[in-house]
């Protein structure tokens, strides 16, 4: 193992402790802002460091086997032997770098961004502490060690969702997260019991290469083995049926959005089902379902972006709907396609998140200023922006055009190779093309409901207010700075891997090639036609330009009033704005019906009536009613005593004479 | 750290100490002054605590067989004899009571304001008579301790309880009573029978063990009869009515000691006595799915209730049937993965409970109030309270890193396979788990602080930290490396699971070594 490999636990161990000392200093020194930046921003950039090296060894060793990196023995137990380690491969490597590396940019974006927050040094902990589980999370050389991470970056997301927790609804939000994330979770613990079952271990080394083996392909075993692990990946990637946290995420501070709810804890998911790779090729029917649900998932999102008016919900959308797409690849079997999506998606959604970050604080202040209270997300309050914040405009109109997919920008090769997939992988499956033509309708409306949140923010006349109009600035230098450099990597991301058919092509796809190999002989590697391909890339082009220029044609923001002018929406736009009511609809077929079982019957009526009242109070009731009975007897009348002596007596004289 | 410990002959004086010092220091609280009554309760707790750690070194965990066994005569003519040991099994149960028996005083400290002397003797031999519980081996002597630690829980109950505290300790007390009747009942049949089949009247566990097979024609009895007592005691579902009654009744101490020590006997119970003496029962399916249904039951219906309650306590009180349930199912899926979970589970319910019924009672202490909907928004006024609150419940709602998890996950993992229906159904408590712990903190930290008697409560004070903070530490202890713990338990969980299976012949050896007395 290369030495730098070996400090991998660094990487881990910095972050956890700018969380204690972040920690202490919220209870200590709640004012010693340049004691938490320091420390909140450094062990990142530390981290990141350590990471570099960390990867370079890695890329610098002969062989491809994954360095598995042992702290101690965490639960022995018998036959079961799990011990607290990490493992070190091609694909934890591209997530360190992510995570480290993106997690540093929103750090610095964050101390300018929240330094008038009472509770700077919690959230900076907060933030920490966050990172510290999604590098256990993609570390973890086990399902438990990961499961670790997984689970505590959703407890990060619900001590952030609900950071501002004075509000009910930044409260209700967080716990709303938390819970739908543990249903994904009790997914993620049924598969483990599972695998432990089949193969015996949970050690990631040891369950991929035994599966081959022990699972047969496309076994009823694998098949629900799978589609617990995804599951899991519906809660944590809010994909169909267990999306709808992630809009409401959206209450937390917007660095956090772009951190948690962008680039990195919701695309756990994904990276579970590359890491299980093999798992799922071995489960063609799971694979589909992955597949199938990504597509519609991205279809269904993209449609109610298309109406928000928040411009956090419109990218909060967006992404659920990004998410499909990289579910559309890793169901596909084009696991480096979705882990490729992965990452430039980290770049540009995050430096999307940010600058709405900056625009939201940028118009906080004005209405700060005038003593307003109108919403600072509104895009209704917005228009115009350009002119007053020129750079976080140009950097976030670099974003859009990636995600909008126009060619050159980093958002185009990843998407299109996603599509490209699952339209080569259709001759097999048909059902793929199915899932091809959801992703390219998504893929419309991505450009559209991007160019739509970016004409009514910074284009077309001002709406912030007359007396605002003249406090909206530009934001500092350490808000723009990581915007800048995420631009940069919005734009150049997609070098990393290239359409086939350009040179040097599917750099990231070699580079994850031990991951991917023993899914290979499953899976099949699928290569199209030139032409082909040619055709696709032309297309995928012609949907991200129809999709701006359509809504460049359609949309008249001179035509928009602000927020509090506007008329309801009636119709269609209402049921969209209102996200087809999924909310409304799963607390009447949940949550109520269970708080009525809850309460009604289980508690009033089993519990106080049936149990307490009728077997144990009901027991001491007779036993007090035998008590009065008997004392019926001891009148202490001489009249009774005779009066029962003597029926007693004739009833002995009738049986003795019988 | 063995070797000073056997120098000093450790082993052979330690549960004699372990029984000896609380019931010597209740003396002298009752003939002390009452204004030193807690001082000295501390200090004798403190000496308990002190002297019963070095059991973590003194342990041999490659073994199943008893240890630090002892032997005096008592009632030789009834073949009742002081006999105790203590295994993989009792050895955690026993440093649980002592470690929470210090917390439990100075959770008192301020709460308990009247009549000190009695409290806090009965608080002692409430100690002595758990330990005795936990390590006994002979069947006459766990009944006596079994019962004697009735009598002090009624009166903490009845004396310092809460507005309610007559009808709880009076349920509590004739609900565990009915229970253990039965079960003296049947340890006074399987005395006589085997005493006339063997000519060696004895009860002397090891003995019993060894002839049990002479009472197998009555074996579905006895096995009811002490399954009853115990599944009174976890509780089981639907034997559980007494104890939100008594736990939110009782005072904080009280709560702390019923749900993080006295719920363990009942498991204990059925580790100890009615899994290895009636194994032919236990593998019974029909037995097994009862019970493992009813553990399911309680894991499901103890957190649904628990999530609709308005007062904290009782949810706490509810969660504590859930957290049974597993315990249940572990128990009863009989692999060692999951009887190591389930007495994992054991271990960190008293911690985590403990550690809720503690905060409930200083929530009470400021507020006067347990309903959660008094409070709201108090993680302003009292961040370090709202700090380890939080904690505490993730530790209880079983988050990876805590050791809430590394227990029910042992149980779920070693039960899979076992009942697979049943685990999956259990494994979806994890989500009522964090539904209902979840929505209390939020109504409780979080919201908007909106009443202004919660505006000027103080936050924790240094003695509240003590008491709060070894307890947090062994929930993150115990999450993050629980390998030490796991392997003191193995052999002896092993052992049971091999025995009850009829792998090999039984754990506890023929009879105690060197000690003749029959």
Redesign the interface.
Known sequence: MPASVGWVWLVVLLPLLGFLANGAISFIKPDAKGAVSAIGVGVLAAAFGVSVAVVSGLAGAAHDAPFIVTLWEWMPVGAFHIDLAFQVDQLSAVMLLVITGVGTLIHIFSTGYMSEDPSYPRYFAYLNLFIFFMLILVLGSSFPVMFIGWEGVGLCSYLLIGFWFSEKANADAGKKAFIMNRIGDFGFLIAMFMIFGATGSLSFVEVFEAAPATLALGGTTVTLITLALFLGCTGKSAQIPLYTWLPDAMAGPTPVSALIHAATMVTAGVYLVARSNILFALAPISSTVVAGIGGLTALFAATIAMKQWDIKKVLAYSTVSQLGFMFVGVGVGAYAAGVFHLVTHAFFKALLFLGAGSVIHALHHAYHHTGSHEDAQDMRNMGGLKKFMPWTAGVMWIATLAIAGIPGFSGFFSKDEILAQAFARGHDVPFFYVVWGMGAVAALMTAFYMTRMMIYTFHGPNRTGEKEGSHLHEVSWVMTGPLVILAIGSLFGGFLNLPAVLPGAGWLHHWLEPITEGSAAFVGEVHLAHNTEWILLGLATVIAVVGILGAYRLLKPQNLVPAKDATPETGMQKVLLNKYYVDEIYDAVVVKPLMWLSRAILWKTVDEKAIDGAAVNGSANITRFAGWFGTRFQTGRVGTYVFFFVVGALVLLRTMVR | MSELLLSIGYERWVIDALIAIPLFTAAVVTLGPDRLAREITLAGTLLEFVVSIGLWWAYDPSTAAMQFQMAREWIPQWGIAYRVGIDGISLFMILLTTFTMPLAVLGSWNYIKDKWRPYYALLLILTAALIGVFVALDLFLFYVFWEVMLIPMYFIIGVWGGPNKLYAAI?FF??TFVGSLLMLVAILTIYSKIGAATGIYSFSYGHILANIGHVSHLAGWLFFAFALAFAIKVPVF?F???LPDAHVQAPTAGSVILAGILLKMGAYGFLRFALPLFPSIVLDPTVVSIVVTLGVIGII?GA??A???PDFKKLVAYSSVSHLGFVMLGIWSLT??SV??AILIMINHGISTGALFFLAGMLYERRHTREIADFG?I??VV??LAVILTLVS?SSIG???TNG??GE??V???S??QHPVA??IA??G??FA??YL??AL?RM?????DNPANEKMSDLSLREYLVLGPLVACIIWIG????PI??RI?SSA?ALVLQVRGEIPDIAGPDLPGVEIE
Do not use: C
Request: net charge neutral; no cysteine.
């Open positions: 349920k004739i609900y639907p559980h009515t007494w219906y649904l209730v999530m609709v309650q060692v993965a190591e979970g928004g993680a302003r961040p370090g993730l988050l990876p890193g998890f590394i996950f042992l779920l993992l070693g899979f396979d685990t999956i494994t979806s994890v989500i964090a539904a979840l929505w939020q930290l979080f919201n908007k602080l993050v490396y629980p390998a796991l392997r193995e092993e």
